[in-house]
């Protein structure tokens, strides 16, 4: 019998605490809102640190086919499970940091589930400018974060010229979180 995705994402918590960095899965709750901009007509997705799929699932469900979804994840195991779940979907077993080589062009989002807060700035300006490379004009970044502030460091988001919005607070959630849109200025 094949372990649930519950049971596969705290055996990796508890092996590769510093890369998984969640108490559990995000809620529907949140998927909903982090998928909430997403166009089905408007041109590829690409998203980060999928884990189990709880957020590709909603992405798919959105009406983004499975061909037009690439999903970068770092963990092997996580990756099998991926391409068990999703046939079709586009799975990279890579580190986020080098979006920037990704084969897609005039992505409409990047869509991020990585525990970006915990990463060293080096990290998270290759994330960011890798971001802005894949995406086309007025394409947004999508994160969400637990603490009460932006989820980009503030000298990423200078660098870089970035505009957010925010959400409300999605409370069905572990920890409770709140969703971010970054986009670049012209
Ligand atoms: C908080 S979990 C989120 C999982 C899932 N998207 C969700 O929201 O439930 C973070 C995921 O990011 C992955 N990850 C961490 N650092 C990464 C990196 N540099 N590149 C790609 N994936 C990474 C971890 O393996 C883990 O699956």
Redesign the pocket.
Known sequence: MSQSDFAL?MG?LAR?PH????LA??SRFL?AEMVAGLDPAAGPVIE?????G??TRAILDRGIAPENLHS????AE?CDRLRARFPGLNVYQ????DLGDLPVEDAQAVVS???LLS?PLP?QHSILSGTFRRVRTGGTYVQFTYGPKPPVARSVRDDLGLTWQVSRKIWWNLPPARVYRFSQAA
């Open positions: 994402f990796q590769k890369q998984v960095v969640a899965p995000s998927c980060l640190g999928a884990g189990t709880n957020i970068i994840e770092m963990n996580f890579m580190s986020a940091g589930g990585l525990p990463m990290l």
